[in-house]
């Protein structure tokens, strides 16, 4: 019988920039703010964190020291600047202003499905737009040196989109990209349907560039039981299931954790009341509710209670209360349907 190959395998190096272990955070728009990631960073474990997609054009007017969508602190490792690009005018501006924040790495979004993006020709749109793409790679590959990444997904589900997508691995390989994270659904499905992982075998082994996995991806023993069709991937990319439980990676790394709920969720919310205004920091609580909802027993209660709070002070003294309490937390945690 053949032994299943096993998970994690070795650190991803690109450009010189080493990844290790190859377990990424997703970036998440509303999540993968400074507040999070500095609460990822106190637990650890990952290889990079990815900021949220950033609209490249913003980058020219918000102080990178001081927004929370930019900054980065020292504690948080490497990060990846995520940018939503449609045009490849001003990029090398935007660029040289991000370069003062020392990303290491730097991602093209091309996946992205929220109809709001793709009508200003960003995200999904861009895949489909073989000229305009390869012109922006050309310039951020000639204005950047370090690891340039795409994140994509499958195209559209058309009889041809296996050509379609063997195209723009071509294009990606031709433009010096140096990795692309594949999130195997199309980009009608927002997440609906299944990641399809049955491909990262095949559409991996289409390209010497190294694929990162992404999608429904949850624990260490998933994705040791999916080990076989992982294998060809060069690394791991968690979304949901990190907003849900920040000590995720930790967690991975050191099973024995033990988690203090009322401690990570209280810092979360100090975290974030620190890097966003009182009206943006009650957005940002409820935004992530949900997820961390995922992890007790009556999450239902919890989320209720928070994201109907009238002000912020409320929302925090009624999560701490609930959660003060020692709640059932639930026997497994998963993701779908948020
Ligand atoms: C709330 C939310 C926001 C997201 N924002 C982004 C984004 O800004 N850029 C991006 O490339 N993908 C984004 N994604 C997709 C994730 O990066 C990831 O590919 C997807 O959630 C599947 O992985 P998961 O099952 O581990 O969550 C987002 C997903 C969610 C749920």
Redesign the pocket.
């Given at each position: 019988m053949s032994v299943p190959p096993t998970l994690p395998r070795a650190p991803l190096t690109l450009r010189g920039v080493t990844f290790a272990p190859a377990l990424f955070c997703?970036?998440?728009?509303?999540?993968t703010h400074s507040a999070l990631r500095r609460l990822l960073a106190d637990y650890g474990g990952y290889g990079a964190l990815w900021t949220?997609?950033l609209c490249a054009r913003q980058i020219l007017v918000e102080n990178i020291h001081t927004s929370p969508w930019l900054k980065r602190r020292p504690q948080e490792g490497q990060v990846i600047y995520?940018l939503l690009v449609t045009s490849a005018e001003r990029l090398p501006e935007i660029l040289e202003r991000l370069a003062a924040l020392r990303p290491d790495g730097l991602d093209l979004?091309i996946?992205?499905p929220a109809p709001g993006i793709r009508r200003q020709g960003g995200g999904a749109d861009l895949f489909e737009d073989e000229v305009r793409l390869r012109e922006i790679l050309r310039v951020a590959r000639a204005n950047f040196a370090g690891p340039l990444l795409i994140?994509t997904r499958l195209g559209r589900e058309i009889p041809e989109w296996r050509q379609k997508f063997r195209e723009r691995l071509r294009l990606l390989e031709d433009e010096g990209v140096d990795a692309l994270t594949l999130?195997p659904r199309f980009a009608e499905e927002q997440?609906k349907r299944s990641?399809r992982q049955a491909l990262y075998g095949e559409l991996a082994g289409g390209t010497r560039l190294p694929m990162i996995a992404?999608?429904?991806?949850i624990s260490q023993d998933q994705t040791q039981a999916l080990a076989a069709q992982l294998a060809p991937t060069a690394g791991l990319?968690?979304?949901?299931?990190v907003a849900a439980q920040p000590w995720f990676f930790a967690k991975w790394q050191n099973p024995g954790l033990v988690v203090d709920y009322l401690d990570a969720w209280n810092r979360l919310c100090d975290y974030i009341c620190e890097d966003f205004p009182a009206t943006k920091a009650l957005e940002r609580i409820k935004q992530i509710t949900p997820y961390f909802a995922r992890n007790l027993y009556f999450g239902h209660t919890f989320f209720a209670k928070v994201t109907g709070a009238p002000d912020l002070a409320t929302a925090r003294g009624r999560a701490s209360e609930f959660l003060a309490q020692n709640p059932l937390i639930a026997p497994r945690v998963t993701?779908n349907g948020i």
């Open positions: 997703a970036p998440m728009a509303g999540l949220e997609m995520q979004n996946a992205c994140k999130h997440l990641a992404s999608g429904d991806l990319m968690f979304g949901r299931i993701v």
